[in-house]
């Protein structure tokens, strides 16, 4: 990934916010990475070199800078459109794929060899995928010392070091200190064990209400919660039960709160968070982009930072669509809500509000949905799915492009094309996906004497839209949500 080094220089000395996340100066004298917005010094032109990523940097023997902090920069996923197979494999890395397997294995999993694999990564960040790996793990305990009084063992395992001893030498090797000699005094108290609170930055603006009203009208009783402008949900992983607590922080950043027993849990959870609230959007991309328009560009106006919701679980989402066909969202809560009464496992620890995990493949698999007032059609859609998912637990993976994800969606129980392209915006998230049969975007999309495109008619328009369809999806849903919500027709208007 080229970078003009005139430019960058340019960004570095006017401390431009907009670049921060967007490159990274390695200081030749010092030997330190810093973010553009970096307090310190500015050095001068030929004592720099810039890199595209913060794994970049470090792989090419600089260090974090402990002023400007680069594991706070946020994360943006604007270069992923460049390589959609980059994108598969860095979601499989944040989800602890190198963690289970090597670069071959991961390779396998997006489709290409090894070889290519490792180009398209130096080309497009300049980092091996061992090397994203490895700065994701660093950065993430140098967040939690920073920002938690966690016990340096918990933080070993919560970042996704294997050992105390492998951390401290990693830490050693890079900071040329150890991780204890960088506590901030005003660390945040980790209370019990398992328990954090960290911050997880992005790129503002953010608008944090719209994305309330939509996890708000779905939540499932029981399983999740809004309140006071607090998201929470009750989560099951690896047969432990937990709770999360998101809300808004000062700075650009959400606030989280968990509280689960394993610790080396803690990346995977966090990579769900980031993409549950999109925290790798950069909006200024997608609203360049879609204000070119002549109906989205008023209603990218009216909501900056509009995001794209993501899915906490991807059996989860799917039972929650194929509940949602031909009925409003507020049935589909319901019925989701009884389905995990009546199945879900309770939750083991103690909350003064959800009381349960979402059911597992296998429990539903095997069980009488149709005695929960469903019809019998859909009932053995659940049932088949269950059996699917708990048959192959990697159906829901990132690893696939979007037409061959969308393909093996679409050969799964009860999953049509428009449930197909929602599990795709959703859970995998593909900002090109488009459910263009959805009757709400058909009806936002109306004339102004009510007459509403086909979805082939819908179609064609949203080709000026890519790559990011799926936000074009999100403002038009967003501007209806007051009649969508009572459509009977469509789940996720």
């Known amino acids: 990934m080229d970078l003009d080094h005139d430019a960058c220089y340019r960004a570095i000395c006017a401390r431009d916010p907009r670049f921060d996340g967007r490159l990274f100066t390695g200081v030749k004298t010092t030997g330190i990475y810093c973010r553009p917005i970096c307090p310190a010094r500015t050095p001068r032109r030929e004592k720099v070199v810039f890199f595209p990523s913060a794994a970049a940097a470090q792989e090419a023997g600089f260090r974090p800078c402990l002023r400007c902090r680069p594991e706070t920069a946020p994360e943006l996923g604007a270069w992923r459109g460049a390589s959609n197979t980059v994108s598969r494999a860095l979601s499989l890395i944040e989800m602890g794929a190198l963690d289970e397997g090597g670069v071959d294995a991961l390779a396998n999993r997006v489709g290409v060899g090894e070889r290519q694999l490792r180009r398209l990564f130096l080309r497009h960040l300049g980092a091996s995928p061992v090397a994203v790996a490895q700065t994701r793990r660093v950065l993430l305990a140098r967040q939690l010392i920073g920002e938690t009084s966690m016990p340096m063992t918990e933080i070993a395992l919560a970042s996704g070091f294997g050992s105390l001893r492998r951390f401290n030498e990693t830490f050693q090797a890079l900071y040329q200190r150890p991780p204890s000699a960088m506590r901030r005094a005003e660390a945040v108290d980790a209370g019990a064990h398992g328990e954090a609170t960290l911050l997880l930055r992005y790129r503002p603006p953010y608008d944090w209400p719209a994305m309330l009203d939509f996890l708000r009208a779905r939540a499932i009783k029981g399983v999740e919660c809004v309140e006071n402008g607090i998201y929470r949900r009750a989560i099951a992983l ?17 606030k989280v709160r968990l509280r689960f027993a394993r610790l080396s849990d803690y990346p995977n959870i966090i990579a769900r968070l980031r993409r549950v609230f999109d925290l790798a959007a950069d909006p200024d991309a997608v609203t360049l982009d879609l204000a070119k328009d002549s109906i989205l560009a008023a209603l990218v106006a009216a909501r900056p930072g509009l995001r794209l919701p993501g899915a906490w679980d991807g059996f989860e989402l799917a039972v929650r669509a194929i509940l949602g066909q031909q009925v409003s969202v507020a049935s589909a809560a319901t019925m989701a809500g009884r389905l995990t009464a009546e199945f879900g496992e309770k939750l083991r620890c103690a909350d003064p509000v959800l009381t349960h995990v979402f059911p597992e493949p296998a429990a539903l698999a095997e069980a009488d949905l149709a005695r929960l007032g469903m019809t019998r059609r859909r ?62 975007l058909l009806r936002a999309m109306a004339t102004s004497d009510g007459v509403r495109p086909t979805p082939r008619q819908l179609l064609a328009r949203a080709e000026n839209w890519r790559p990011w369809r799926a936000y074009a999806a999100q403002y038009l849903w967003t501007a209806d949500s007051s009649r969508a919500y009572s459509d009977p027709r469509s789940e996720n208007a």
């Open 238 to 254: 690896h047969g432990e039960h937990g709770t999360i607590e998101v809300e808004p922080a000062e700075g650009n950043a959400l």
């Open 379 to 440: 009932a053995e859609s659940l049932s088949k799915l269950a059996a699917s998912v708990a048959g192959d637990p990697h159906i829901f993976s990132t690893g696939r492009s979007l037409d061959e994800a969308l393909a093996q969606l679409r050969a799964l129980p009860g999953v049509g094309e428009w449930t197909a392209q929602y599990i795709a915006l959703r859970l995998l998230r593909e900002p090109d996906a488009f459910p263009a049969s959805d009757i709400g």
